[in-house]
């Protein structure tokens, strides 16, 4: 069933001719050998916003921080299966994971500017770890990523002060501008707007639909509407029997909140559990 | 009908017995909570009266002796002609900020480094670090002092002198440091490290740029509250600095040190010296006073940055 499921929506996927930003198969973590998330398989498309959905304890986030090694600093955690970025693999031997990270970026759930720098400092931190250390590129880095996130406007004039002064919305924009100076071809969201308000949380979706132009954006929402409202993809996991979490089905948000294929989605995006 | 209404007013007789016991429940706790707030407001005042009367006695008589001779003079034996003559205790107040000073060169720097090593690791080694700082930070002063006569005055032979006493004050000192680092870094929040991480920071670099500066105000609170631990000490600087009748505060001289004129001048059967000997707490007190605002001042900071 999940075989046909997903070689469906492969097939739509090419044959609409859509770039492949990254490949999952067969993907599993584990935690001092219980698994947490597995048998995701699915395509993330270029220049797409792909939501990872379902209840909690699913492993969204889980797997998530797979697609940018978050997982290496965990003692005990194992990734297996393939992730493909344009086809290399994300943990083989032809890709640092440095390098990694800089082409695929990430927010966070919580905004989480480095405290003791400032708006600008906080912008071009990854150009500085990453060894870039001219100042005309710095900022223009600066005003392109800030201007990318929709804050230059409200932060030019005071781009040396803490960045602990903005607002919570505005420092989860600072953190997207802080990835976006890298130029990733991809961005990971784990839930970016959990810690917002409304206003807030509305400004940073209108910033993924123009963002997607430039950067394939995959998002962890527990919130349906905000999947519905943003993704173009959307893949749904839940937790199984073994308490692991596990893809369910994985399509287009359009199919996927409209007429999915299997009855637990369906369950799930009209509310009934979860 | 009638069976519906004898119904009711037995539930009516339920509820005003219950109504009774919650009420006379409540007035008990009422009552046990007052017992207990006044207990801890006895206990409370009880704690205070030590704090104040001791800072109270020193500010009350410390503070006529200080004038400022007594911050400019070396100390003067007072004798039958001149029972009054004290001097001052300059030579007690260089000797304690050299003695400290230099502690803190080499204890500070030290511990630091080691506090990050054991809160950025994980083995075996960094958990033995970590044992052996916590209960380094616990042990008895005198130990110290013992320690640095014995290897620094006669194994390397330097007798008694400042190198000696800074010696005792830094081993007092860098456990606390070790340890204050080592709390400061691990409470700067992981999602700083991962965000560093993910920004395709190598680990050294998410220490340096990010870690670091972040647990500086934490770490500065350590090493303030180090310093201001050891300048008040008096075992370990008892047996090694020896004394000296001359400002000084060169390595290998013997010095002064406040503790230690406290403790001379309380013993002595002149009325007037021992009156002093509040002047020099109350300078102490003043000293350490200092030391834990600046570090309250520093701590903020850091708490700032986090939240």
């Known amino acids: 069933m999940e075989e046909k499921v997903l070689s469906k929506a492969q097939l739509e996927m090419k044959s609409s001719g859509v770039k492949v930003a990254m490949q999952l198969q067969d993907v599993a973590v584990s935690f001092n050998g219980r698994t947490a998330v597995r048998d995701a398989t699915f395509n993330v498309a270029a220049n797409r916003v792909t939501s990872m959905i379902g209840p909690s304890g699913s492993g969204k986030t889980t797997l998530l921080r797979a697609l940018n090694r978050l997982h290496d600093l965990t003692p005990g955690a194992k990734v297996t299966g393939k992730i493909l970025l344009e086809g290399v693999d994300i943990y083989g031997p032809d890709l640092s994971v440095t390098e990694l990270r800089t082409r695929v970026g990430m927010v966070f759930q919580r905004p989480n500017p480095f405290p003791t720098m400032t708006i600008y400092e906080n912008a071009v931190s990854g150009l500085r770890f990453n060894g870039v250390k001219k100042k005309s590129l710095l900022d223009e880095a600066a005003e392109e990523s800030l201007r990318a996130a929709a804050l230059w406007e409200s932060v030019e004039s005071r781009l040396n002060v803490a960045a602990s002064n903005l607002s919570g919305g505005e420092q989860q924009r600072l953190c997207i501008a802080r990835a976006l100076a890298l130029k990733p071809e991809v961005l990971l969201m784990d839930e970016p707007t959990s810690a917002l308000d409304p206003i807030a949380t509305l400004r940073i979706e209108e910033l993924m639909s123009t963002l997607k132009q430039q950067v394939t954006i995959i998002i962890v929402t527990h919130n349906m509407q905000q999947a519905s409202r943003i993704s173009d993809d959307c893949a749904f996991l839940l937790m199984g029997e073994d308490r692991a979490g596990e893809l369910i089905e994985f399509n287009t948000t359009e199919k996927i909140f409209n007429s999915p294929i299997d009855s637990r989605t369906l369950d799930y995006t009209l509310g009934r559990f979860g | ?307």
């Open chain 2, 1 to 307: 009908m009638t069976t519906d209404l004898s119904g009711l007013s037995l539930s009516e007789n339920l509820r005003s017995e219950i109504l009774l016991i919650a009420g006379r429940h409540r007035r008990r706790r009422i009552v046990r909570s007052r017992v207990f707030l006044g207990l801890s407001a006895v206990c409370f005042a009880l704690a205070l009266i030590p704090l104040f009367a001791l800072s109270w006695i020193i500010i009350q008589k410390g503070f006529p002796v200080l004038k400022l001779s007594f911050f400019t003079q070396m100390p003067l034996q007072p004798n039958l002609m001149a029972p009054n003559q004290v001097g001052g205790v300059s030579g007690a107040i260089i000797g304690s900020l050299a003695l400290v000073g230099y502690a803190s060169i080499f204890a500070v720097p030290i511990g630091v480094l080691v506090g990050i090593y054991v809160a950025e690791n994980e083995n075996k080694f960094a958990a033995l670090i970590r044992l052996v700082s916590q209960a380094m930070a616990g042990a008895p002063s005198i130990l110290m002092g013992l320690f640095a006569f014995s290897l620094v005055c006669q194994r390397l032979h330097f007798g008694y002198s400042a190198a000696a006493g800074a010696f005792a004050l830094g081993v007092l000192m860098l456990p606390v440091v070790v340890v204050a680092t080592e709390i400061a870094v691990r409470n700067v929040p992981s999602t700083l490290r991962e965000a560093g991480l993910a920004l395709g920071a190598q680990a050294h670099k998410v220490s340096l740029r990010i870690v670091i500066p972040t647990a500086a105000p934490g770490i500065l609170t350590g090493a303030v509250l180090a310093m201001s631990r050891a300048i008040g000490e008096a075992a370990p600087v008892l047996f090694t600095i020896g004394g000296s009748s001359f400002i000084t505060w060169k390595l290998n001289d013997q010095v002064n040190a406040l503790p230690i004129a406290i403790f001379n001048d309380s013993r002595s059967q002149w009325p007037s010296q021992r009156q002093e000997v509040f002047g020099i707490a109350l300078v102490l007190l003043i000293f350490v006073f200092a030391a834990n605002l600046i570090s309250k001042v520093f701590l903020s900071r850091q708490q700032n940055k986090t939240s």
